[in-house]
């Protein structure tokens, strides 16, 4: 059986395409952290600022995982707002531009890994 995801909320998105849509929607309307649990019990999350993304991909509740990184990027940026109103900055260098970040959720949804052209800090 093929990997499946849910937003928190419990949308379930019909194809990749479209959670990406929702995940873009959600992003427009100020809602700038958004997580999807899959039917393995994968956790993906999308923290982002509109311009720069932390993309975390957690194998399970416990799992402190790993985050898609730019390396070599300077600078830090602001404007990461968390659900629950928490404003965070992170390195640049520990997240990616948002069009990097939505094509890495496309392809995990699609194919349950990330493009093999990305590079990813191990948090575990």
Same mark, same amino acid.
């Given at each position: ?9 419990? /949308? ?10 929702? *995940? !873009?929607? !959600?992003?427009?309307? &100020? ?5 999807? /649990?899959?039917?393995? &019990?994968?956790?993906? $999350?999308? +923290? ?8 975390? *991909?957690? @194998?399970?509740?416990? @799992? ?8 070599? $990027?300077? &600078?830090?940026?602001? &404007?990461? +707002? *968390?659900?629950?109103?928490?404003? @965070? ?5 520990? /997240?990616?531009? *948002? ?6 959720? @496309?392809? +995990?949804?699609?194919?349950?890994? #990330? #493009?093999?052209? /990305? ?6």
């Amino acid at each position: 059986m093929a990997e499946s995801w849910s937003f928190s909320d419990g /949308t379930v998105p019909a194809s990749p395409a479209a959670a990406l849509a929702v *995940l !873009r929607e !959600r992003i427009d309307a &100020g809602q700038l952290e958004t997580w999807l /649990t899959s039917s393995r &019990g994968r956790s993906l $999350a999308v +923290i982002t600022n509109a311009k720069r993304a932390m993309v975390m *991909l957690l @194998d399970d509740e416990s @799992d402190p995982g790993e985050h898609a990184v730019t390396p070599g $990027a300077a &600078g830090r940026s602001k &404007g990461f +707002i *968390l659900a629950n109103g928490q404003h @965070d900055e992170y390195l640049d260098e520990d /997240t990616v531009p *948002l069009p990097d970040a939505l094509r890495i959720v @496309d392809q +995990i949804l699609a194919e349950g890994t #990330p #493009p093999g052209d /990305t590079t990813w800090s191990v948090d575990r």
